[in-house]
C-alpha cells in the first residue's frame, strides 16, 4: 500500500465537493493553515465542508467511503459516551483514519450555520459555489486564536491555588498508597496547573506565542534546562519516584510562578508553598498505619 500524497487527497476533498450539489463551500483549518507550521507526513486534514442540510449525508453514512479505505472511523455527534464539544451544535463530524495513513477530520455544517463554525483564525476558503463568503471574506490565516495571553492577577492566583490546594490532597493518596487516584489526580490537575504556569512562563519570555496542542512546542520556547525539568516531572507506577516527581514539579511550578508574578508584579504566595511542601514532607515520613497526622 503507498500512501496518497498531499495533492491528491486535497484533490479529492476539493473533487468530491465539486460534484456534489448539497455541498456549497469548503474551509481548510487546522494545522495545514498555519503558516508558522512546518507540515509532515501525519499532518490531517481539516476540513469543513458547508452544505444545504445534513439529512442527505447523516441518512447513510456509507458516502464517506468515497474518501477511501477507512481503517476506523469516529462521530461525535452520534456517541453518548464522548458527545462533542457544545460549541460543535448544529454540526456533524466524520473522524476518518484510513488505511494509507491519511486521515481527514471533516465536519458538515449547514449554510445557516456557517459564520460561527468559521471564526476560527486558521480557517481558510479553498471553495465558494455561491459566494457565500464575498460579502465577508474570511481573514488571512494566521494562529492569532492560539497565542499564550498574559494572565490576569485572578486567573494568577486562581491557578496558584488550585496547584498547592491539589498538592495538599495529594498527600493522603500518596500515603495511603493509591497509585490511580494518585495518578489521574496528578496529571488531570496538578500538572494541568503547571502546564498553565508553563505557558505564562513562555508568554511572559517571548511574548504572544503558539504553545500547540498539550505543550507541544514547549521544547522550542523552553531553556534546555527548563524543558527537561519539565520531563522530569512524570513518573512511572513506583512510590519513591511519585514522590520524586511531586517535589521535581514543586520546584518547577515555584520557579516558573515566581519569574511570571515578577515580570506581572503579581504576589506568589510563599507561606503558601511553604506550609503545603512542609506539610508532604511530613506525610512521606509517616509510617504505615499511623494513628495521627501530628
Known sequence: MTS?????MMELILTVARNNPWIRAVIQDGSRSNPSVSGDIFQDFDIIYIVKNLRPFTKDHRWVDVFGER??????????????DESMKGGFSYLLQFMDGNRIDLTLVPVKHSKRFT???????????????????????SERDYLVKAPTARSFTDCCNEFWYTNSGLAKGLWRKEMVLVKELYHKVIHEALMQMIDWYIESRHGAVNVGKFGKYYERYLEPEIYAQFLATYASADWEENWRCVYATIDLFRNVASLVADKHGYAYLMEEDARVTAFLRHVEQLPPGAIRIY
Not at 496518497?4 to 491528491?8: C, E, P
Not at 480557517?123 to 460579502?135: I, M
Open 4 to 8: 496518497r500524497n498531499d495533492g491528491q
Open 71 to 84: 481503517m476506523i472511523m469516529q462521530m461525535p455527534e452520534a456517541m453518548e459516551l464522548y458527545p462533542p
Open 119 to 141: 471564526e476560527d483564525s486558521l480557517c481558510k476558503l479553498l471553495l465558494d459555489k455561491d459566494g457565500l463568503f464575498e460579502a465577508t471574506p474570511l481573514p488571512p490565516a
